[in-house]
């Protein structure tokens, strides 16, 4: 029998995992992930002419000669001698300039996409693909217009192919809705319209969407929850907690079998993080409906 849960706990740290980086295979998702692709069996195929990793960073963001600059001097300056670290390789002094450009506190979007881009970067080439891919996530939410298109594009696009193999439906309808932002990702989008067209689907399904899911080597999987009821069928092993990462709430729960689980509204958009034995695999079903 179904059992309806409201999702009200305590409020708990919430501390995010430094994952090691997987090889560029594509997964991650907003954190890291298992899972097949989306489409099935083929469904990665849909990125196969988009393999662009973090290799090394090719699109410069220096305020030289930037007449539209919002920036404060000080915090530009900071900006740019943090940049020509990381794209040196030296994460020792790089380690001290994030620190300080974040001390700064930045005043406005402009600034503050920038100082995302610079988590992005720092954190690819730390190979944390978890806080990687969040800080690029927070970037595609401000960054068009406000740092140039082509590193806009490259991060939004990495992102999106790792979200999609990774099931992360929420994420990455989210990412591709940012990335419509900016003109110069139209042609980048049509190398992937497959992908494309699945997530528009995905968009516009008025019916519950049922994914089949297999925990990672990390014992993991993590996805932005795409509708606020969901629950989760055909268990084959154990699932132990679930982990929200929301806008106005960070919280941990203990798994219930055989429940329907409802997101509060006051939470905002959240991030679910499933912590289970390896290979676990399972069924998360999103509700288009409350249940009643």
């Given at each position: 029998m179904i059992?309806p849960?409201?999702?009200?706990?305590?409020i708990?740290?919430?501390?995010?995992?430094?994952?090691?980086?997987?090889?560029?295979?594509?997964?991650?998702?907003?954190?890291s992930?298992?899972?097949?692709?989306?489409?099935?069996?083929?469904?990665?195929?849909?990125?196969?002419?988009?393999?662009?990793?973090?290799?090394?960073?090719?699109?410069?963001?220096?305020f030289?000669?930037?007449?539209?600059?919002?920036?404060?001097?000080?915090f530009?300056?900071?900006f740019?001698?943090?940049?020509?670290?990381?794209?040196?390789d030296?994460?020792k002094?790089?380690?001290?300039?994030?620190?300080?450009l974040?001390?700064?506190?930045?005043?406005?979007?402009?600034?503050?996409?920038?100082?995302?881009?610079?988590?992005?970067?720092?954190?690819?080439?730390?190979?944390?693909?978890?806080?990687?891919n969040?800080?690029?996530?927070?970037?595609?939410?401000?960054?068009?217009g406000?740092?140039?298109?082509?590193?806009?594009?490259?991060?939004?696009?990495?992102?999106?192919?790792?979200?999609?193999n990774?099931?992360?439906?929420?994420?990455a309808?989210?990412?591709?809705?940012?990335?419509?932002?900016?003109?110069?990702?139209?042609?980048?989008?049509?190398?992937?319209?497959?992908?494309?067209k699945?997530?528009?689907?995905?968009?516009?399904?008025?019916?519950?969407?049922?994914?089949?899911?297999?925990?990672?080597?990390?014992?993991?999987?993590?996805a932005?929850l795409?509708?606020?009821?969901?629950?989760?069928?055909?268990?084959?092993g154990?699932?132990?907690?679930?982990?929200?990462?929301?806008?106005?709430?960070?919280?941990?729960?203990?798994?219930?079998?055989?429940s329907?689980?409802?997101?509060?509204?006051?939470?905002?958009?959240?991030?679910?993080?499933?912590?289970?034995k390896?290979?676990?695999?399972?069924n998360?079903?999103?509700?288009?409906?409350?249940p009643?």
């Amino acid at each position: 029998m179904i059992r309806p849960v409201i999702l009200i706990v305590s409020i708990f740290s919430f501390s995010v995992l430094a994952l090691a980086q997987d090889g560029g295979s594509g997964e991650g998702g907003s954190g890291s992930g298992g899972g097949e692709s989306m489409g099935g069996a083929g469904g990665a195929s849909d990125f196969s002419s988009f393999d662009k990793e973090l290799e090394q960073l090719e699109a410069s963001q220096n305020f030289k000669g930037d007449k539209n600059s919002k920036a404060r001097p000080k915090f530009a300056g900071l900006f740019d001698k943090t940049q020509n670290a990381i794209l040196k390789d030296d994460l020792k002094k790089a380690d001290e300039l994030v620190l300080r450009l974040r001390e700064m506190k930045p005043v406005n979007d402009y600034e503050q996409s920038r100082l995302y881009l610079i988590d992005h970067w720092y954190y690819g080439k730390q190979g944390n693909k978890e806080l990687e891919n969040d800080a690029a996530s927070k970037l595609l939410s401000i960054g068009a217009g406000n740092i140039d298109s082509q590193a806009f594009v490259e991060a939004g696009m990495r992102l999106l192919k790792r979200q999609y193999n990774n099931h992360d439906i929420g994420g990455a309808i989210e990412t591709l809705t940012n990335l419509r932002k900016e003109p110069a990702a139209l042609v980048e989008l049509m190398s992937v319209v497959n992908a494309v067209k699945k997530l528009d689907d995905y968009a516009e399904q008025k019916t519950n969407i049922v994914q089949k899911i297999t925990i990672n080597e990390k014992g993991n999987w993590s996805a932005k929850l795409f509708k606020p009821h969901f629950l989760f069928s055909g268990v084959n092993g154990e699932i132990s907690t679930l982990e929200f990462n929301c806008a106005n709430k960070q919280s941990t729960l203990t798994y219930k079998p055989d429940s329907v689980m409802e997101l509060p509204e006051a939470w905002g958009s959240c991030t679910m993080k499933v912590h289970a034995k390896l290979n676990t695999t399972f069924n998360l079903i999103q509700l288009q409906q409350k249940p009643t």
